[in-house]
Nanobody, 119 residues
Framework: QVTLVESGGGLVQPGGSLRLSCKVSGVFFGYFNLRWYRQAPGKERELVAALTRARGGSTDYADSVKGRFTISADNAENTMYLQMNSLRPEDTAVYYC???????????WGQGTQVTVSS
């Protein structure tokens, strides 16, 4: 059984930082491309950050988070991370980790973790 367990969300003041973690089990972690999505109330889920294995672990970011967020992976720990700095109120959302096979035929989701940026 494949499980993705997220942690690290919470309440933070504007300008603060959080690190989200997503622990993966039940599947060969190093095979999958990694992504973080978020969904704010009343909005569609959006892709925030992506790490592509076939491109040497290259990363891509939504324009709204570029320069502030960093996606990474620890293959030894089967864990992916999203480091979020200089947080803004508009970053408030439920954040989801996602794994997708290179061909796109298999995808798995975390349960979501709430991030609230407010003073």
């Amino acid at each position: 059984q494949v499980t993705l367990v997220e942690s690290g969300g919470g309440l933070v003041q504007p300008g603060g930082s959080l690190r989200l973690s997503c622990k993966v089990s039940g599947v060969f972690f190093g095979y999958f491309n990694l992504r973080w999505y978020r969904q704010a109330p009343g909005k569609e889920r959006e892709l925030v950050a992506a790490l592509t294995r076939a491109r040497g672990g290259s990363t891509d970011y939504a324009d709204s988070v570029k320069g502030r967020f960093t996606i990474s992976a620890d293959n030894a720990e089967n864990t992916m991370y999203l480091q979020m700095n200089s947080l803004r109120p508009e970053d408030t959302a439920v954040y989801y980790c996602n794994m997708i096979s290179p061909a796109g035929s298999n995808t798995y989701w975390g349960q979501g973790t709430q991030v609230t940026v407010s003073s």
